[in-house]
């Protein structure tokens, strides 16, 4: 972004990111000292819109934060009921006599996250927090160290708006403020491209492993009367992954005759065949799924990805200016498939180490590792990595974990996702055993039309990739292109050009913002920036 001088606001503390974490921040810290001034700006158009989870919660954090919150709930929240555990075939499958100890969710409740960030919203504002939805964070602002180099975070810069895709200033062309802050905190959910850079820039994870990732593909249904038991959660694994790779579904039942449903696939996947997307689809189309399906439709649909890596991943979540909480941080407890609880806890712990010491972020994180929250973490760490050696051994590794409690004399290393795809012809190619489909969406296509993604098509294009050459050299001979089907939205295509032969197409507008390119690309070309406040999916109830 250009240098000239840019409006600037001012606050004691600016967070970005709407989710569960930022709104739980702000409103713990404004309960805490209503003197303190707190914005918190969101990418979205509307608080909720770019939020998508399961969502089962345990509510525990929120009972603390919004003590009286049961007497008025979020628009979607069913209390949990039965849990049935699957394993999954072809033509069937094997309900488990004993649901795995994480996935019990009696006292739980069913929720729509985005939903619930939608009600948490209006309840910070009544303390004073002022919130910005379409105010897209492009990048940190710093002080200057001695030396000439960036220093200490002292806020963000907000994207210009109405710039072509030339970089031309179209005529509605609006230029972004600067929001100045004593603490920046970082709540962008998993993959935060800001996140990302400051990670970088102040080697936040030099002492920690990489950090790991799913995809989490998930739709909304309305299905024929009589066909849903409100609160039922049912969880699969198995088909149609294959042993080798990381994955499972969820189905949870819902209120008003709807179903959420989703299936997560590790990102750590090695087959370079493998279609996220896909295998979602062919899992709606199970004998015992299809038939809840059959003569319903879909409400709204997306996909985001999913922090994974857990205790061994966790970077330093300080720096002079800023911390990380959330997502961002790495806080999502795998075993379970819940991120809520530890979100907003996580958010409420930055607001009382800020609060008690003097707006200083120094010592957060040495508090976070010392929290309920990392001991959670910790005593689960070994579970999903055990799953890289494939599902059975996972599934031991996971019953001996949960026995010993985690106290296991070891802790297993984790990877980075980009660097675990085997090269076409060097992958044994497993058998798909897939099933003619016949419910919507009948492609990725349609898929982004119910996520009701927008982008202005004539904006500069938000997906980087530093040598496109690559893509129609190396990569299609070592990996035949994945990037063409790990994307869920048919972002990325190879296309015949009449004057340069093959090339990358990047269909920009479909983007749903999952972050899964940025993850997954094998070269680490592919960098995801925030495209034009307020563009992107629109999800309902998700």
């Excluded at 295998?279 to 199970?286: I, L, R």
């Excluded at 003097?358 to 959670?376: I, K, Q, V």
Aim: net charge negative; hydrophobic share 40%.
């Amino acid at each position: 972004m250009s240098d000239v001088e840019r409006d600037v606001m001012e606050y004691d503390v600016v967070t970005v990111g709407a989710g569960p974490a930022g709104l739980a921040f702000a409103i713990r810290l404004k309960q805490l000292n209503p003197d303190i001034s707190v914005c918190v700006i969101e990418k979205a158009s509307t608080i909720g819109a770019h939020i998508l989870s399961g969502a089962v919660i345990e509510p525990g954090p929120l009972d603390v934060l919004l003590p009286g919150w049961r007497d008025s709930p979020p628009p979607i929240c069913v209390p949990a009921g039965e849990d049935e555990f699957w394993l999954l075939g072809k033509d069937g499958g094997r309900k488990f006599p004993l649901v795995p100890p994480g996935m019990r969710n009696h006292g739980n409740f069913i929720v729509s996250l985005g939903a619930m960030c939608a009600w948490l919203a209006p309840q910070a504002e009544a303390l004073g927090v002022e919130i910005y939805p379409g105010f897209a964070a492009a990048e940190t602002l710093h002080d200057t160290n001695p030396d000439g180099s960036p220093g200490k975070v002292i806020g963000v810069r907000i994207g210009d708006m109405g710039v072509a895709k030339d970089g031309s200033h179209k005529p509605g062309f609006t230029q972004g403020i600067d929001i100045h802050a004593k603490v920046t905190v970082l709540a962008e959910g998993a993959r935060g491209h800001l996140t990302k850079r400051l990670v970088k820039q102040f080697q936040l994870d030099k002492d920690s492993d990489p950090q790991a990732y799913s995809i989490g593909i998930k739709e909304l249904w309305q299905v024929l009367p009589g066909r849903v038991t409100p609160g039922k959660i049912v969880h699969t694994i198995g088909w149609p992954a294959d042993n080798r790779t990381y994955g499972g579904s969820f189905l949870y039942h819902l209120d008003g005759d709807r179903v959420a449903l989703g299936y997560v696939s590790g990102l750590d996947y090695m087959d370079p065949e493998y279609k996220p997307w896909e295998a979602f689809q062919q899992w709606k189309n199970h004998p015992l799924i299809k038939p809840l399906l059959d003569g319903g439709n879909i409400l709204s649909a997306g996909a985001r990805a999913i922090v994974t890596g857990g205790w061994q991943s966790l970077p330093k979540v300080e720096m002079p200016g800023a911390l990380l909480i959330g997502d961002t941080a790495g806080l999502l407890n795998v075993p379970k498939i819940k991120g809520t609880h530890q979100a907003i806890r996580s958010g409420m712990l930055a607001a009382e180490h800020l609060a008690a010491n003097g707006m200083e972020p120094a010592g957060f994180d040495a508090r976070l590792r010392d929290s309920d929250a990392m001991a959670e973490l910790k005593s689960v760490r070994n579970i999903k990595p055990g799953f890289k050696k494939g599902m059975w051994f996972g599934l031991l590794n996971a019953a001996w974990e949960t026995a010993v409690g985690g106290r296991s004399p070891w802790t297993l290393k984790i990877t980075p996702d980009w660097s675990s795809l085997d090269k076409v012809g060097e992958h044994e190619q497993p058998k798909r055993d897939y099933v003619d489909r016949t419910l919507a969406p009948r492609d990725r296509l349609q898929g982004v039309y119910f996520a009701a993604t927008e982008h202005d098509e004539d904006q500069p294009v938000h997906l980087k990739v530093a040598d496109t050459s690559i893509c129609i050299t190396r990569c299609a001979a070592e990996y035949d292109n994945p990037c063409t089907r790990f994307c869920p939205a048919g972002v990325y295509e190879i296309v015949e050009d009449a004057t340069e032969g093959k090339r990358l197409q990047i269909n920009a507008a479909n983007c749903v913002h999952c972050k899964t390119c940025d993850i997954k690309d094998p070269y680490e070309i592919i960098t995801w920036v925030t495209p034009e406040g307020g563009s992107g999916p629109n999800y309902q109830n998700l």
